[in-house]
């Protein structure tokens, strides 16, 4: 029987698009997800199991059942405010229960582990562009509690046989385009989220936090990666980690930013009629500009973006709001 692979948090938004990608290609799956923020329904392949990630007996059984080679770990809390407000929340659910999993894993001799990391790590970098090798300063608990994951993983790869990947993610955007899953985040605070659901009549406006920023249309420019494209980067993380690759930690993005007024034009674009927009006072940490130095990912993994494109990024996000919308009437 086909050795297994563990998906922590594989009912949420990014972890249930890696879960199609690899379900589609035959991989053996088990999905343990606690619905604390995922969807059931949103697991189309493998085995679904309603449990949380740092109960090291029920992950003791499903590395033994499994027989599990390779873990993915998506679960965690990933809203900044509620990491400013909550921190013990954040370090209790991403970083302790990160440390169990880790035990379990160093425990049944698990080789390789794809980890789940944030652009937040990098805090308000000099520049516009964060590279790998940029010190980590992150500016919130969400972005500390991730830093420390990362560290226990780097010296747990060091004194063990387990291989990791390290993936942080820029700002993730977009739907599957089969339109089988979606973002599905309840109470969303991303932009292009938080716009699809403005153009779906879910609700009323869009703020746009800050216009006097030290950039060309005075609005906060980012990296938006569409999910599909990050999913693949996971699906080529766990091949180059099969044939033998060391650890290593890689940016996901594309390299270039949009600013929140393009991101607004393009809604608009799509939508075929404007969506309401207030301006505001920026919101406190954000930084200008975070785009992703790109090279690194590019170099060392066989990863070819498909949807490197807002057009298509937002089209997806629309079209998945629509159903929602859909579904709630
Ligand atoms: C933040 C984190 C990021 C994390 C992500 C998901 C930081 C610096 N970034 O991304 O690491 O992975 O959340 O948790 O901590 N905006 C508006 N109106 C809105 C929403 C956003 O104008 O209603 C603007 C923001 O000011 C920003 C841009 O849109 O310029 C993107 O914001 P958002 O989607 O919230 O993501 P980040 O803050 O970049």
Redesign the pocket.
């Not at 944030?118 to 790590?121: D, G, I, K, N, P």
């Not at 605070?189 to 716009?195: D, F, R, S």
């Given at each position: 029987m086909k050795r297994g692979i563990l998906v922590t948090g594989g009912a949420g938004y990014i972890g249930s698009h890696v879960v199609k990608q690899l379900g589609a290609i035959g991989e053996r799956l088990v999905v343990l997800d606690n619905l604390s923020t995922g969807f059931a329904d949103a697991v189309l392949y493998g085995d679904f199991v309603e449990g949380d990630s740092g109960d090291m007996d029920r992950v003791e059984t499903l590395l033994r059942d499994y027989d599990v080679d390779a873990v993915l770990h998506f679960a965690a809390h990933?809203?900044?405010p509620e990491s400013v407000a909550d921190p013990l929340k954040y370090y209790g659910n991403n970083t302790c229960k990160t440390r169990n999993l880790l035990q379990c894993c160093a425990e049944a001799g698990v080789k390789h582990f794809i980890f789940s990391s944030?652009?937040?790590?990098y805090?308000?970098p000099p520049g516009a562009y964060a590279a790998e090798d940029s010190p980590p300063a992150?500016?919130?608990p969400?972005?500390t509690s991730k830093w420390m994951s990362e560290m226990m993983l780097r010296d747990l790869s060091q004194s063990s046989d387990l291989k990791h990947v390290i993936l942080r993610?820029?700002?993730?955007?977009g739907s599957d385009p089969e339109g089988k899953i979606g973002q599905s985040t309840r109470k969303a605070?991303?932009?292009?989220?938080?716009?699809a659901e403005v153009a779906a009549g879910k609700r009323e406006k869009?703020?746009?936090?800050?216009t006097d920023?030290p950039t060309p249309d005075g609005?906060?420019?980012?990296d938006y990666i569409h999910v599909s494209d990050l999913a693949d980067a996971h699906v080529q993380a766990l091949r180059y980690l099969r044939a033998g690759g060391t650890s290593v930690t890689l940016n996901c993005g594309y390299g270039h930013g949009y600013?929140?007024r393009q991101?607004v034009d393009q809604v608009n674009r799509v939508n075929g009629l404007p969506i309401a927009v207030e301006e505001?006072p920026?919101?406190p940490?954000?930084?200008p500009e975070?785009v992703a130095a790109v090279e690194k990912i590019r170099r060392v993994l066989d990863w070819t973006p498909k949807y490197d494109n807002l057009e298509v990024i937002v089209r997806t996000s629309l079209e998945w709001e629509r159903k929602l919308a859909v579904r709630r009437a």
């Open positions: 990933t809203i900044v944030t652009a937040a790590v805090g308000i992150p500016i919130n969400y972005g993610y820029f700002n993730v955007a605070t991303l932009l292009i989220k938080v716009a869009l703020l746009i936090f800050g920023y609005t906060g420019v980012r600013s929140v991101v505001q920026r919101r940490g954000d930084p975070l």
